[in-house]
């Protein structure tokens, strides 16, 4: 697997990479967000299967790379930084960062969360195949241009965030959304007071798509849509 680490610290980043050869990955290593967005860039190569990214970058603040990396790509991005604050943790997650691992860190927990990361990147794409511009999940359609659902060819009638909060999931099946990542994109707000709305959300969406099993609650951290057999 081809690995890129955005790391401005050189003796970090030359450990880890020495780290990270031994166990099989291809690392190819980015001292700032610019050279990050650039390695991210050609079309020719062999994609990278996971990001590893510290916040601390010395051209502009992790947070923003990340951000400009999931406007243009799916690819799995983990946060590896010194802020251990829960604030900070919330935030890195609501920008679509896959996993957030604070410093200093066990290589091989870190190992783990990369292959954990890479495997729900490949069995999302296996999942869920494009159509058009729409998303199949079994026989779930979801139209995103026109905000349609069907399941098994049958319109079902959704309200706006109802759609919102299934388009949210669906880009990403198998990973685990965190109800306040999900509170801050589809309602744009805080979790404070809107948990109860969340729920009756994700109740309803399971009633009218007749598909009970859909959207997994994982108790204690948010929602995931599990891909149903077509």
């Known amino acids: 697997m081809r690995l890129l680490l955005v790391e401005d610290d050189d003796h970090v980043a030359a450990a880890l990479s020495a780290v990270l050869a031994r166990h099989g990955f291809q690392v190819v290593h980015a001292r700032n967000g610019e050279e990050a967005l650039r390695a991210l860039l050609p079309a020719d ?29 799916s690819i799995p991005v983990i946060m590896v930084t010194a802020r251990a604050d829960v604030r900070s943790r919330i935030h890195g997650l609501n920008l679509g960062a896959d996993d957030y691992v604070v410093k200093p860190y066990d290589t091989g927990e870190l190992l783990a969360r990369i292959h954990a990361v890479a495997r729900r990147k490949t069995a999302g794409d296996e999942s869920t195949s494009a159509a058009g511009d729409g998303l199949l999940l079994g026989p779930v359609r ?30 990403r099946p ?57």
């Open 142 to 171: 979801i139209e995103l241009p026109t905000r349609r659902v069907s399941v098994d060819g049958e319109e079902v009638q959704l309200t706006r965030k109802e759609f919102d909060l299934l388009a949210l999931l669906a880009q």
């Open 45 to 73: 190569k062999e994609p990278f299967g996971v990001v590893l990214l510290d916040l601390g970058l010395p051209d502009q603040d992790g947070y923003e790379v990340c951000g400009k990396i999931r406007k243009r790509s």
């Open 174 to 230: 198998g990973v685990v959304f965190r109800r306040e990542q999900i509170i801050s994109e589809v309602w744009r707000t805080s979790w404070e007071g809107t948990g109860r709305t969340l729920e009756v959300h994700v109740a309803s969406l399971r009633s009218k798509l007749r598909l009970p099993a859909l959207i997994e609650t994982v108790r204690g951290v948010g929602y995931r849509l599990v891909s149903p057999s077509a």
